[in-house]
């Protein structure tokens, strides 16, 4: 809260806090800690915050977008300085982004070029990959709307070397209710609770077109299925959904590493049901199913069945 007191976001102040955050975290872990991300989701902590204002600070300040990017990106470089220079152990250093892809309809030459385009040139707009990724990862200034721009000569601070990108990937811009491609809003598809549709195929699509366009070894950072999960009479939680989207999502990632694109890890999303953004406790993520009031935890089928792909290193996918 003091930190948005003296302008959070909007105000430069925030970049040599932000250094200071960032050597504090390494000075503490960085004994234990290689792998490093300098943010997560720049994309939703600023478009959602400030622009959406579904976020906190809960606002809507269009005309500053330039100005909370720079901020932002001045951030991540600093961090990512900060990380080589002070790290005990030899780190690894990514930034963690809300990241996603239209999907081809068909797997020809041209649908695959037209989902590429969308993808990377067009996307959602601001919320897309390249307003964020090539100032940050390609070190190319860019623009929208004729409005927004950010500019040439911050490109060789904000675009830090980095080790890989992290993705944290749901659901295909095709079905977004902020930027769908014609294509519908995905009526009658198989969804999460909280609407987001369910195609595994955007998985594999987005670690190859960011691949493509930025050269990096690919993490999946973030990637799960938020489900109405409840204690059922047997004292256990069955959550057959979810279960059938990890073997969705995991059999499309494994058809990206057997075709040779660099995927260093993936992480589902979460561990154990937890705090969701400004929807709170209600969207279930985890693999663990949490007793809010107790604190009791139960591993839910999904769970058993993650660890045994695990145990086979995705034999079974």
């Known amino acids: 809260m003091w930190v948005y007191k003296k302008g959070g976001w909007l105000s430069k102040k925030i970049v040599p806090l932000f250094r200071d955050y960032a050597r504090a975290v390494i000075d503490a872990l960085s004994d234990r800690v290689t792998w490093w991300m300098t943010m997560n989701e720049p994309q939703c902590f600023i478009m959602n915050g400030y622009m959406q204002g579904a976020h906190a600070p809960f606002q809507h300040r269009y005309l500053a977008l330039s100005k909370l990017t720079r901020n932002a990106m001045f951030a991540h470089a600093e961090a990512a300085k900060v990380i080589r220079q002070y790290a005990k152990n030899p780190p690894k250093v990514g930034v963690a982004m809300a990241a996603?892809?239209?999907?081809?309809n068909t797997e020809t030459d041209a649908e695959i070029e037209k989902a590429r385009r969308n993808s990377m040139e067009l996307g959602v707009g601001l919320m897309g990959n390249r307003w964020w990724m090539d100032p940050m990862l390609a070190g190319k200034p860019v623009r929208a709307y004729g409005v927004y721009s950010s500019k040439a000569k911050d490109?060789?601070?904000?675009?830090?070397?980095?080790?890989?990108?992290?993705?944290?990937?749901?659901?295909?811009?095709?079905?977004?209710?902020?930027?769908?491609?014609?294509?519908?809003?995905?009526?009658?598809?198989?969804?999460?609770?909280i609407?987001?549709?369910?195609?595994?195929?955007?998985?594999?699509?987005?670690?190859?077109?960011?691949?493509?366009?930025?050269?990096?070894?690919?993490?999946?950072?973030?990637n799960g299925i938020a489900d109405n999960d409840f204690v059922c009479r047997d004292g256990k939680v069955h959550?057959?959904?979810?279960t059938e989207f990890l073997y969705r999502y995991l059999g499309s990632l494994k058809r990206a590493v057997s075709e040779g694109y660099p995927v260093l890890g993936y992480q589902y999303r979460s561990v154990m049901d937890n705090f969701e953004w400004a929807e709170g406790y209600d969207p279930r993520f985890g693999l663990i199913f949490v007793n809010y009031p107790t604190g009791k935890r139960i591993l839910k089928d999904s769970a058993y069945e993650y660890k045994k792909i695990i145990e086979g290193n995705g034999a079974i996918l």
């Open 155 to 193: 490109m060789k601070v904000i675009c830090q070397p980095l080790d890989f990108v992290g993705l944290n990937v749901y659901q295909p811009y095709n079905y977004a209710d902020w930027g769908g491609d014609g294509t519908g809003t995905g009526n009658g598809l198989p969804k999460s609770n």
């Open 239 to 242: 959550d057959p959904q979810r």
């Open 195 to 222: 609407g987001w549709v369910v195609d595994e195929r955007v998985i594999y699509w987005t670690i190859r077109f960011v691949h493509e366009r930025y050269g990096l070894p690919v993490m999946i950072t973030e």
């Open 100 to 104: 996603g892809c239209f999907v081809p």
